[in-house]
Structures are given as C-alpha cells and as structure tokens.
C-alpha cells in the first residue's frame, strides 16, 4: 500500500513540471493595443483595430500589400472588364479553402456574404452603403464568381477589403448580430473577448495564440515591455516615449515604415489673405518640418511631399515638399504688396497678415502647432492658436470654420480619396473640401481618372490632379507618421505595412521562449 501510494505521488509530481511545460509550448503572444475594438463582428466593426482583427480571423476576395496594391486572400486571380458601362471584377477563388466547421468556401458563399453585407432589414451592417455599389453577384460555377457595378469607380476593387467571406444559420440572421454567430475562413477565430482583451486561438495547428491586450496608457505600456509581459506592441506611442525606449529597454526591436496616413495644414482659400497663392507659399516656407520632425517628433514620422506617401508607388509625386527658406518667403509676401509693420508684423493697407490656428486638444498636437507659431511670427506673420476639445474642433473643421488647421487623413487606401477632399463639388456639406479649394483643371484631371479603367492612363491623370495640388498649395503638406511596432528580438519576420494592417503577424516567426 505504501508502495502504491510512493508510486502515485511520484507520477503527480512528475506530471505537473510536464503539463505546465506542455501550455508554455503554445506559444502565446502577447500584443499590446492603444485601444479596445468597438465590434468585432465583421458587419459593425468600424474603428481600425476591430477591423484589424477581423483581417485576422476573416478572408475577403482582396487586400492590400505593402506597395498599396491589390492581392487575393481568397482569390486565385481576378480580372476587370467593361460591359457598356457596367464595371464587371471576375474572380476565380482558390481551390483549397474551408470554413472553420470543414465546409468548402466556394462562390455561393462570396453571393451570400454580399447579402448579408447589404441586407438593409435585419443584419443592418455598416458597410451596407458603400458595399451596395455591387448591383449583382453572378455565380458562373462553385470556383468563379464576377460582381456587378452599375458604373466603374476606383473605389470598387478597394472597398472589397470590407466584404468578409462569412457563413451564417438562417435562424442567427439579426440585427446587431454578434461575432459568435459568424463561421469564418480566416486562419484565427476569437476564443476569448473581453473589455481588455482579446485572444484568437489559431485554426491551423503550431501557430502561436495571439492575445491583444488593450494599453492605454504608454507609461505602463513601457513597463511591460521592460518586464516581457508584452511581446509584442502595435500600441499608439508618443514620440518621446519612443525615443525613451530606444535609449533605456534592451532586447526589443523596431520595426518601422513611412505610413500612409497625412498630416497636413488646412488652409481657408476664401480667407482675405489666404486665397492669394504667394501668400499660402510663403507659410509653407515658414514652417521648419525638418526640425520638427527630428526634435519634436523624435524621427517618427517622414515629411510629406503630396497627399500620398511613397507606399503609393504608382501615385506618389516628388518634389512636392517645402525647405525652410524665410528669406523666399518675405520676397513672396513682398510681391504680394505686404510691408512689414514697426511690430515686424506683415501689413496690406490697413490690415495686418494675421490668422486664426484651430487645433484640437491634444497635447503633442498643440506643442507642435506651439512651434510653428513662433517659426511664422518670426517671418512676419500673426497666429491666434485655437485650442478646442476634440468635438468643438471636429465641428468647426467640417464647416470650414478656420483660417488654418492642422488635420490628419487615416485609413484612404486609394486615389478616389481627392474627389472628396478637393473637388469642387465636394465643398461641405457635399464632402469635404473643407477649405473650398476651387480649381477647374484639377477636377478635369479627377473627372477623367474617375471614368478610366486603364490603370496607367487612370495613375497619370491623378497625378497631373495631384500636381496642381501640390502647385496651388490646396493644402499645406507636411509630414507621413510612421507605422512603428515594437517587439522583442525573438519575434522574426515582421514586415510592417504602411497602413498598419495586422497581416504581417500571420508571417510572423516566434522565436521567444
């Protein structure tokens, strides 16, 4: 009896060292996040890290590579056609792909997604409008599917990255419904959901567990990282903190790329002084990006040389960047008829050159803003600095209620994006030209870009829109933040796009004990 019990009790304490060495072989990783996603069913998830995770766990037809460029998830290969006017994409999808519960995708899914995706009566999603460009889904047999426009538009291949490829019981059809209802093909599925976390177990055997963790605040985020509680952080970080991390924690690496995303200067073009060119030159030549850029931004972010940064290959446009140069700007202003005043204020008649600077809230936002008021008082020119909480400030945005603005664009993944921003018929309420920017050449160009399906006839005539931009200083350009994540070494593989998608963690190798 004393034997048997020997016997036992050596098993157990054998057994436990070998259960808890066999969890570790999991390999979980832990992600931080700036912020928890809103939704994360694919058919309300709105804000970028609930779309994030749902690259994850969800295929869509297409997305984006790192060059902006479309590539299939689901499909094989696609091709573009013109019926008359009708915009036709056929697809023919991979062969090998299943749902999480063994059924075969095949194209009737990609038919029934659609429906879900635009059904207006029950699900209700949030992409119903933008998806409803899609006027007919034709099923040619279980591998090749074509979807229908009434009209071409560039937008249509792009805004396919929103329509998830999903499975769904008749009788779990519902509005608001929830994640838990929806069988995916992606290579993730949500095995745990909650305020400050998220964890997606993986579908395919030997890849690591992926657990995000919300971090709000970058103090904490720092600590962690120091003490290898995050592996890995995809966490919005200041400038300062960043540049702290690089010179304090060892063993972590940054992986860091130009993003997509612009900072800009809004300018009012019906403003006195404003809608004068020379005038809207000589502030950009006032502003120091370069130094702002190292000193203040810490090298995080890259100055910006036309709306799109160089991820756009096909689109960028060189040359478009401003230098330092307060000399050309007094010549310009001076040509403009401005004197300077005995307060070395520039002065038109009776007037002096001064402008009203609206700025949200944000406390790197202002100290940014902060220094570009004293580099244009320097040069002549009188700022009144706006603070206003993010609403007040969102609101007098949007109307156009500002003599100049600093703005951010986040989350365009194409060309379509200048229609809205600077065309003349988008002037608010209609979009959001919200510096009524007025240039008849420059819709031209857009007009015929909108109506051409050759890509390189379609990339030329934005670039010749974009060109003009850049030349009538429609918006003031001035820098690209960078796309910065920060891993342990341990973490391999890691090629961050610049528009922040979660992709690159699928290739992602894990090294880390």
Not at 33 to 40: M, T
Not at 41 to 59: C, E, G, K, M, V
Not at 300 to 305: F, G, K, R
Request: net charge positive.
């Amino acid at each position: 009896m004393q034997f048997k019990q020997l016997i036992k009790t050596f098993l157990i304490n054998s057994l436990i060292p070998f259960l808890f060495i066999t969890n570790l072989s999991a390999k979980s990783i832990n992600i931080a996040i700036s912020s928890a996603p809103s939704n994360l069913s694919p058919f309300y998830a709105t804000d970028a890290n609930s779309q994030n995770i749902n690259r994850l766990i969800h295929l869509t037809l297409t997305d984006f590579t790192k060059k902006m460029n479309f590539e299939c998830r689901l499909c094989s290969s696609f091709k573009e056609r013109m019926e008359g006017k009708k915009h036709i994409i056929n697809f023919k999808l991979r062969d090998n792909v299943k749902f999480w519960d063994g059924t075969k995708v095949s194209a009737v899914d990609v038919y029934n997604s659609w429906e879900y995706f635009t059904d207006t009566n029950f699900i209700k999603s949030k992409f119903a409008l933008g998806l409803s460009r899609i006027k007919d889904v034709r099923v040619l047999n279980s591998n090749e599917v074509e979807l229908v426009y009434d009209e071409y538009n560039p937008d249509n291949l792009s805004d396919l990255a929103l329509l998830k490829i999903v499975k769904i019981d008749k009788k779990d059809v519902a509005n608001n419904i929830g994640y838990e209802k929806i069988v995916g093909a992606g290579p993730y599925r949500i095995s745990k959901s909650t305020e400050l976390e998220v964890v997606l177990s993986p579908v395919v055997e030997g890849a690591s567990e992926l657990v995000f963790k919300v971090v709000k605040d970058e103090t904490t985020l720092a600590l962690k990282l120091m003490n290898k509680e995050i592996d890995l952080s995809l966490a919005t970080v200041s400038p300062r903190k960043n540049f702290w991390l690089k010179e304090n924690v060892k063993d972590i690496s940054f992986h860091n790329v130009e993003g997509t995303n612009l900072i800009y200067l809004g300018v009012n073009h019906k403003n006195e002084f404003l809608k004068d060119l020379k005038v809207r030159k000589a502030i950009s030549l006032l502003i120091p990006r370069e130094k702002i850029i190292k000193y203040k931004l810490k090298n995080t972010a890259t100055p910006a040389s036309s709306f799109f940064s160089e991820a756009f290959s096909s689109l960028h446009v060189k040359d478009g960047e401003d230098p330092y140069d307060p000399k050309q700007s007094e010549l310009l202003l001076k040509e403009a008829g401005f004197k300077k005043g005995e307060d070395g204020i520039w002065e038109k008649g009776s007037k002096k050159l001064a402008l009203t600077f609206r700025v949200s809230n944000n406390k790197n936002t202002i100290e940014t803003v902060e220094t570009m008021k004293d580099f244009l008082k320097k040069g002549g020119i009188s700022i009144n600095i706006s603070v206003q909480e993010w609403g007040t400030f969102y609101r007098n945005l949007k109307q156009g209620n500002f003599d100049l603005a600093i703005g951010q664009w986040v989350g365009f993944t194409g060309p379509a994006i200048l229609r809205f921003v600077f065309h003349s018929e988008s002037i608010p309420p209609n979009g959001a030209n919200r510096g009524f920017y007025v240039n008849k050449e420059f819709d031209s160009f857009i007009d015929k870009a909108t109506t051409e399906l050759d890509e390189k006839k379609r990339n030329n005539y934005y670039k010749k829109a974009l060109e003009i931009s850049n030349r009538e200083y429609s918006y003031i350009n001035l820098w690209h933040p960078n796309i910065i994540w920060i891993g342990r070494k341990c973490l391999k593989n890691l090629d961050v796009q610049p528009n922040g998608s979660f992709l690159p963690l699928l290739k992602m190798v894990n090294d880390c004990e």
